[in-house]
């Protein structure tokens, strides 16, 4: 079983976004050391690009901030290695499919499972033209995670067919972000994937309270949340670590109480 399936064999999961290099790379690995600490059952660490299409402004803006501070793909590599040493948590990275094509497919793919990547997100990667990753995916151990949104309708069954890992249910349309309401027909997607394969289904795009997180996991697998951890960052910079960490505790506990039954009266 690889470390993603392990992920789901424990019950719902949580599963953060943070920048990597915002405020700075050093900071990016206490905050992934501590949010494991702290219950988060797999980690999406994005890689800073200049054109983040399917992002919003507070993840746009830490991009931004990565990339002025010095991240580079060798250095959050370098960092995931680190990691390693000290944390077995389960690492996706989030990129957009320029960054791959610049350092090179078979390299980037390489190179990430050295350092002990086990998924990729690639959010500008139409479901038609994956065919170009999946082959140094299997050849490198590492899982393609296949996104649909409320807009892929019919096609919703045959991403799910070809998922694998897991599968990312955007909540809402748009970009990322915080929003009041996650209002989109979940339970309807949820149970098309399931329909075809009997595949986790995280949501992500818009939680930002642990109440949303325990609504949401109700219908889902896990619970995607990274803006309003970044808006965390963002506010108090190297001294993050503490308040995200505390943040992740209290969305992973919210998301345990989600599984448990009332009691019968």
């Excluded at 500008?124 to 082959?135: A, T, V």
């Excluded at 399931?194 to 889902?220: H, L, R």
Aim: hydrophobic share 45%.
């Amino acid at each position: 079983m690889s470390r993603v399936e392990q992920v789901f064999a424990k019950g719902k999961a949580l599963i953060p976004f943070i920048t990597a290099g915002d405020p700075d790379l050093e900071t990016t690995e206490k905050l992934v050391l501590a949010m494991a600490r702290a219950g988060a059952d797999l980690i999406e660490l994005g890689i800073p690009f200049s054109d983040p299409v399917a992002e919003g402004p507070v993840i746009q803006l830490a991009s931004e901030r990565a990339l002025q501070a010095g991240a580079t793909t060798d250095k959050i590599l370098a960092l995931v290695s680190r990691v390693r040493t000290e944390s077995d948590v389960p690492l996706a990275f989030m990129t957009y499919i320029n960054p791959v094509f610049a350092y090179g497919i078979d390299r980037f793919m390489q190179d990430s499972r050295e350092a002990g990547v086990d998924a990729l997100i690639i959010p500008d990667l139409p479901f038609e033209e994956r065919e170009e990753i999946i082959p140094y995916c299997s050849q490198y151990g590492i899982e393609l995670i296949s996104m649909i949104a409320p807009t892929s309708r019919e096609r919703i069954r045959m991403i799910a067919r070809e998922a694998r890992g897991f599968v990312y249910c955007v909540s809402s349309l748009g970009v990322t972000g915080v929003r009041e309401q996650i209002s989109t027909e979940l339970d309807k997607m949820v149970k098309m994937v399931k329909e075809v394969q009997d595949i986790p289904c995280a949501v992500g795009f818009g939680i930002s309270s642990p109440e949303q997180a325990q609504q949401i996991s109700q219908t889902a697998d896990g619970v995607i949340v990274g803006s309003a951890i970044m808006q965390i960052v963002e506010q108090f910079g190297v001294e993050s670590v503490s308040p995200v960490a505390a943040f992740v505790r209290e969305m992973k506990q919210s998301i345990i109480t989600a599984g448990v039954e009332e009691p019968v009266q």
